[in-house]
């Protein structure tokens, strides 16, 4: 296995292979895990786009850094991954942190969580690593389990990072998610991640309508 990166994984290979990734790469090596909440995720909360109420996902937890950020604003909280060494290190952070979170070994192309059951769902990194096949599935998925009014935040890789099967320019964003949920921002950001590359990435928060 050569250098780890953010797409290190082919689209056409399963999911649980992530389990390979955690299982042989220490936690603080991993270029995605800052050992910091995501700023864009802390902006949400303290410019007030979104209200800290009822339940929270947290969709391809990893190391749960950004779960336990959610758990300590005050959401109930939950987490699914599809590795479970990622779940065990998110589970022990959750503990040292003292928080209660709930956390579910599984794929998030099938979640298991019940309809209207968050009201916050977060996905950093998750969509750009789902199956273009299952790209559909994913955001039906992610409508379902959300509450009427209940808001959905993307971050994903970004076209300018060159062409990609899962680099998204804002167009394709829009022609994927709409279908599922109402659009209410778009950004794009550069961010230094933890082994020292820039990458640039999209950020998305939609809703799904009431009623």
């Known amino acids: 296995m050569g250098q780890l990166d953010h797409d290190h994984?082919?689209?056409?290979?399963?999911?649980?292979q992530w389990d390979d990734v955690y299982r042989t790469y220490a936690p603080e090596s991993l270029p995605w895990e800052l050992g910091r909440p995501r700023p864009q995720l802390v902006d949400l909360f303290e410019s007030g786009k979104v209200p800290v109420e009822g339940r929270a996902?947290?969709?391809?937890?990893?190391?749960g850094t950004n779960t336990v950020y959610l758990a300590n604003l005050g959401f109930e909280t939950a987490a699914i991954d599809i590795a479970p060494t990622s779940v065990a290190y998110a589970r022990k952070k959750a503990e040292l942190a003292g928080v209660d979170i709930a956390f579910h070994i599984g794929d998030s192309t099938n979640l298991p969580f019940a309809e209207g059951s968050f009201r916050f769902v977060l996905d950093m990194g998750c969509f750009h690593h789902v199956h273009i096949d299952d790209r559909w599935t994913y955001l039906?998925?992610?409508?379902?389990?959300?509450?009427?009014?209940?808001?959905?935040?993307?971050?994903?890789?970004?076209?300018?990072?060159?062409?990609?099967w899962n680099?998204?320019?804002?167009?394709?964003?829009?022609?994927?998610?709409?279908?599922?949920?109402?659009?209410?921002?778009?950004?794009?950001?550069?961010?230094?991640?933890?082994?020292?590359?820039?990458?640039?990435?999209r950020t998305v928060l939609a809703q799904k309508p009431q009623g």
Do not use: W
């Open 57 to 63: 996902l947290d969709l391809c937890c990893g190391l």
């Open 140 to 164: 039906t998925g992610v409508r379902r389990v959300l509450a009427p009014g209940g808001m959905y935040f993307l971050i994903c890789f970004g076209d300018r990072n060159g062409g990609a």
């Open 167 to 201: 680099h998204f320019s804002e167009e394709r964003l829009t022609a994927l998610l709409e279908p599922h949920l109402q659009l209410l921002e778009l950004r794009e950001f550069t961010s230094e991640e933890s082994d020292r590359k820039f990458r640039h990435f």
């Open 9 to 16: 994984h082919e689209h056409r290979q399963g999911y649980e």
